[in-house]
Nanobody
Framework: QLQACGGGLVQAGGSLRLSCAASGRTFSGYSRGWLRQAPGKEREFVAA????????YYADSAPERFIISREDAGNTVYLKMNSLKPEDTAVYYC????????????????WGQGTQVTVSS
């Protein structure tokens, strides 16, 4: 139902834009989030955008290098990542919720399969 793509191998300092598209149903009007999980670590919140697109929310630890956005209808959400660092290496997941757009993984009802981002030094 949610398909994340755009990950890959990039050198430190490079950029990637992740996309999360709806498949099989619409997620227009849903809050959307990006979370990531590095090897051996807990899944952590990165960023979210409110269901109406009027507000975005970033983790305190999320660098200003990350920007969440969406296309107008809200079915596709993006995470632009700039000046990537090796510590950004993780599987990045997109998620959706009818209204919730906070840090808790449990607050999201729908998940994509994840896309691997690997940053080499």
């Amino acid at each position: 139902q949610l398909q994340a793509c755009g990950g890959g191998l990039v050198q430190a300092g490079g950029s990637l834009r992740l996309s999360c598209a709806a498949s099989g149903r619409t997620f227009s009007g849903y809050s959307r989030g990006w979370l990531r999980q590095a090897p051996g670590k807990e899944r952590e919140f990165v960023a979210a955008i409110r269901w109406d697109g009027a507000n975005t929310y970033y983790a305190d630890s999320a660098p200003e290098r990350f920007i969440i956005s969406r296309e107008d209808a809200g079915n596709t959400v993006y995470l632009k990542m700039n000046s990537l660092k090796p510590e950004d290496t993780a599987v990045y997941y997109c998620a959706a919720s009818a209204r919730y757009y906070g840090e808790r993984s449990a607050g999201y009802n729908y998940w994509g399969q994840g896309t691997q981002v690997t940053v080499s030094s």
